[in-house]
Nanobody
Framework: QVQLVESGGGLVQPGGSLRLSCGASGFVFSQTVMRWYRQGPGKEREFVAGIVGAGAIFVTGRTNYTDSVKGRFTISRDDATNTLLLQMNALKPEDTAVYYC?????????WGRGTQVTVSS
């Protein structure tokens, strides 16, 4: 049974930092591409960042980001603990959203319940 559990959200002032975590189980985490998405108030869910797993021989650990977070967010993974991370720096009010962990397997997409990030003074 695939499970994804996000944590680390909260209220932070503009310019502040948060670190999100996603604990994963039920699949071979180390070989799987993992992604963060977010959904802001009144907006559609959008891709934030992704990181390749060890199963991709020549691109292991490669990351990609949506343009609006480049240079501010860093995605990483700890394959020893099956944990996906998202370090968020220089946060802006427009980063306010529920952040979701995602994995795409052969039988479809799996999502966590999300963690709320609110950036406000």
């Amino acid at each position: 049974q695939v499970q994804l559990v996000e944590s680390g959200g909260g209220l932070v002032q503009p310019g502040g930092s948060l670190r999100l975590s996603c604990g994963a189980s039920g699949f071979v985490f180390s070989q799987t591409v993992m992604r963060w998405y977010r959904q802001g108030p009144g907006k559609e869910r959008e891709f934030v960042a992704g990181i390749v797993g060890a199963g991709a021989i020549f691109v292991t650990g490669r990351t990609n980001y949506t343009d609006s977070v480049k240079g501010r967010f860093t995605i990483s993974r700890d394959d020893a603990t099956n944990t996906l991370l998202l370090q968020m720096n220089a946060l802006k009010p427009e980063d306010t959203a529920v952040y979701y962990c995602n994995v795409r397997l052969l039988d479809g997409d799996y999502w966590g319940r999300g963690t709320q990030v609110t950036v406000s003074s």
